[in-house]
């Protein structure tokens, strides 16, 4: 079954420290890839998106992540947090199947910033 | 904001009972879909909707259902409620780009 695979459940960092969140789908066709944020108490949002061409994807906010076709991966990235990076991460993935609004999501990750 | 809405956005029932949930769409957006997000985990997707037919749809049973109307609103309906069914349902809008706008949600618990 396809499915998709958020290493860190809960994260903690201090502000400025580096982030990487890992993802890894099991889909061996082509797929669309998607990091989704949830800020506290708002709905989720896009923060990046990879479809095709240059496999590293620049986001919304100083994110970006890495498309490893390789590794099934899509793992994503911040140089420097903040404090208002406070959120629940969730990586999807659309299989392609044609059903455009079909996504299979990971189980997330919280990410705590301490000021 | 969104531009997608859902209501109620919060409720109770008692097992055994149904529930209607309500979506309004992005304007434009004729794909809806929509999707359960259990406490701790992530969405997942109950079923699509396109121009009013049903054209895909994830591994829930039956008693889930839906309906999308010519103005591209659609309702989620789940009859004879479980337990289990206590949850965040969340309406996505599909955009052009393949991008889903989420509402902020209905937050089902059932007694």
């Known amino acids: 079954a396809q499915s998709v695979s958020q290493h860190n459940h809960h994260v903690i960092l201090s502000e400025a420290a580096s982030l990487e969140l890992g993802c890894n789908y099991s889909?061996?066709?082509?797929?669309?890839l998607f990091w989704y944020v949830q800020y506290p108490g708002q709905h989720l949002q896009l923060l990046l998106k990879?479809?095709?061409?240059?496999?590293l994807v620049k986001g919304i906010k100083g994110f970006e992540a890495e498309f490893i076709k390789s590794k099934f991966s899509f793992n994503l990235r911040k140089p420097s947090v903040q404090w208002s990076d406070t959120a629940e991460y969730f990586c999807?993935?659309?299989?392609?199947?044609?059903?455009?609004?079909?996504?299979?999501f990971g189980q997330g990750t919280t990410l705590q910033v301490k000021p | 904001e969104t531009g997608v809405t859902q209501s109620p956005t919060h409720l109770i029932k008692t097992r055994g009972q149904q529930v209607t949930l309500r979506c309004s769409s992005q304007s434009g957006h004729n794909t809806v879909s929509w999707y359960q997000q259990a406490l701790g985990q992530g969405p997942q997707f109950i079923f699509q909707y396109y121009r009013e037919e049903e054209n895909g749809r994830g591994n829930f049973p039956p008693r889930f259902s839906g309906l999308q109307f010519p103005n591209y609103s659609s309702e989620l309906n789940v009859n004879a409620l479980e337990l289990d069914d206590s949850a965040l349902y969340l309406c996505?809008?599909?955009?052009?780009?393949?991008?889903?706008?989420f509402g902020e949600g209905s937050r089902l618990t059932v007694l």
């Open positions: 996505a809008s599909v955009g052009a780009t393949g991008e889903l706008f």
């Open positions: 990879y479809f095709s061409g240059d496999p």
């Open positions: 889909y061996g066709g082509t797929v669309n």
């Open positions: 999807a993935v659309n299989p392609g199947s044609g059903n455009t609004g079909k996504l299979i």
